[in-house]
T-cell receptor
Framework: GENVEQHPSTLSVQEGDSAVIKCTYSDSASNYFPWYKQELGKGPQLIIDIRSNVGEKKDQRIAVTLNKTAKHFSLHITETQPEDSAVYFC???????????FGTGTRLTVIP | SAVISQKPSRDICQRGTSLTIQCQVDSQVTMMFWYRQQPGQSLTLIATANQGSEATYESGFVIDKFPISRPNLTFSTLTVSNMSPEDSSIYLCSSGPGGETQYFGPGTRLLVL
């Protein structure tokens, strides 16, 4: 089955700096890659996703890049703010299977 | 995007008892899923709740321990049976519009004493 690895496990940045979280996946059939943000005491919130037919997607301060050949994808957050502090999870799936396979999570702390 | 609610939001239970968690979606959805998130860990899929048929369980999870109902396209329940302290976790319900996109409920925080 699919195996998703995520790095780093913790990340601290100064407010205004950029943050990058990286994930790798093992199954070349995976074609959908969402990112979730989980704040303390809440469920995961979908913040951005990308499909295998594109290499990059942006939504304001958030962007995701995908390298299918290397089987890795990354989340980029620019101009970080304290409210960006949360645990971020990457995931991968094959649309035919519907299951999402999650990475181990990255705890991002933005220092004011 | 689907809006998902769960009840209860949290509970403290005694070992040996059972707890049923409810999940309600604000629109009809084909797929509903149940996940477990142990403290400080990632999400692990327990099962896919199928409307009109038995749930599909992932390796390591069995129907006797985690019975699931899906009576219609907007509602599902997960029961955690014969609980032990190892069952203390966050239980999350998710659903999607039929494809791979999944939206999550707020979770049920369970502590078993």
């Amino acid at each position: 089955g699919e195996n998703v690895e995520q790095h780093p496990s913790t990340l601290s940045v100064q407010e205004g700096d950029s943050a990058v979280i990286k994930c790798t996946y093992s199954d070349s059939a995976s074609n959908y890659f969402p990112w979730y943000k989980q704040e303390l005491g809440k469920g995961p919130q979908l913040i951005i996703d990308i499909r295998s037919n594109v290499g990059e997607k942006k939504d304001q301060r958030i962007a995701v890049t995908l390298n299918k050949t290397a089987k890795h994808f990354s989340l980029h957050i620019t101009e970080t703010q304290p409210e960006d502090s949360a645990v971020y999870f990457c995931a991968a799936s094959n649309t035919g299977a519907n299951n999402l396979f999650f990475g181990t999570g990255t705890r991002l702390t933005v220092i004011p | 995007s689907a809006v998902i609610s769960q009840k209860p939001s949290r509970d403290i239970c005694q070992r040996g008892t059972s707890l049923t968690i409810q999940c309600q979606v604000d629109s009809q959805v084909t797929m509903m899923f149940w996940y477990r998130q142990q403290p400080g860990q990632s999400l692990t899929l327990i099962a896919t709740a199928n409307q009109g048929s038995e749930a599909t369980y992932e390796s390591g999870f069995v129907i006797d321990k985690f019975p699931i109902s899906r009576p219609n396209l907007t509602f599902s329940t997960l029961t955690v049976s014969n609980m032990s302290p190892e069952d203390s976790s966050i239980y999350l319900c998710s659903s999607g519009p039929g494809g791979e996109t999944q939206y999550f409920g707020p979770g049920t925080r369970l502590l078993v004493l």
